[in-house]
């Protein structure tokens, strides 16, 4: 099937790192692929990062997506465990810019927010709420649940490239509008 755009979710980390891709045509939103890559197996942390880039490249390779969304480390009390996420999300970043993939960037809290409504959310309740609304079968569902956290970055990322952009923090059209009267059609 051909699609308009396909966005590349990850959900990155050193132990399991969740990826989907999201077909986009128009307003229809076609789930194309979801998984998890498991680095548990792989001893040597530096190995596990690579390991990471030649999946991500594959992937890129295989289904051309155009722009990457991933998650953004969370902040927590173990500093070693965030280095090592962080250089799991920067070798995935650094497999897209090879190909000058646009990345963008979201908190878990955010991502939560925008799938479930809630940013305090499980991961359960997030693959529920996808499932959903990209009506997919929850038999169908990959046993672990980065591969739809991963989904749920990459559709955070479909919602908010749909709002309008400036930045300007208006509530709405109108506001927006007064705010740059130099946007306002005059013809």
Known sequence: ????????????????????????NGKQLTPIVLGAIELNKVGDHYL?????????TGLIAQY???ELAIEAPFYGKNVQSM??????????????????????EYAPLKVKQVVTGNGGASKEQVANMLCYI??????NLPS???????????????YESQKPSGGSGAKNWAQFLKQHPERVFKG
């Open 144 to 158: 672990l649940l980065d591969a739809t956290d991963a989904m749920a970055v990459a559709l955070t990322h479909y």
């Open 134 to 139: 990209l009506k997919m079968e929850k038999t």
């Open 83 to 104: 280095l090592k996420l962080g250089r799991a999300q920067g070798v995935a970043m650094a497999a897209a810019l090879a190909r000058d993939i646009p990345i963008a």
């Open 64 to 66: 051309l997506p155009d």
């Open 1 to 24: 099937m051909e699609y308009e755009k396909i966005i590349m979710g990850i959900d990155p980390g050193t132990n399991v790192m969740g990826y989907g891709l999201l077909g986009i």
């Open 48 to 56: 596990r990062l690579a390991r990471i880039y030649e999946r991500v």
